[in-house]
Nanobody
Framework: QVQLVESGGGLVQPGGSLRLSCAAS????????MGWYRQAPGKERELVAG???????NYGDSVQGRFTISRDNAKNTVYLRMNSLKPEDTAVYYC???????????WGQGTQVTVSS
């Protein structure tokens, strides 16, 4: 089992910035990817960004160039720096942990990000 604790959501004006954090704990023995997904009302959950334990990253098309994902393996923590935020970035953001060894994916409880003036 892996537990995920998210922090950093909130209300921000368009053009502003936020940083999300997600700390993983538990049975972290294998290679893995940590990342963020988001879900806006009435829409499907979509990939925001992901990063493997060796630093390979990938981003959703809508956030490329504005968001940056990073991780601290010593702390089993992933960060998402979000710049130039737009109203369409408003969503619940979920942390995700994928264990390559077991194939199991874990989800955080979600944190609300609202971009509004």
């Amino acid at each position: 089992q892996v537990q995920l604790v998210e922090s950093g959501g909130g209300l921000v004006q368009p053009g502003g910035s936020l940083r999300l954090s997600c700390a993983a704990s538990g049975n972290i023995f294998n290679g893995n990817t940590m990342g963020w997904y988001r879900q806006a009302p009435g829409k499907e959950r979509e990939l925001v960004a992901g990063i493997s334990n060796v630093g390979v990253t990938n981003y959703g098309d809508s956030v490329q160039g504005r968001f940056t994902i990073s991780r601290d393996n010593a702390k089993n923590t992933v960060y998402l720096r979000m710049n130039s935020l737009k109203p369409e970035d408003t969503a619940v953001y979920y942390c995700n942990f994928k264990d390559y060894g077991t194939g199991v994916a874990y989800w955080g409880q979600g944190t609300q990000v609202t971009v509004s003036s």
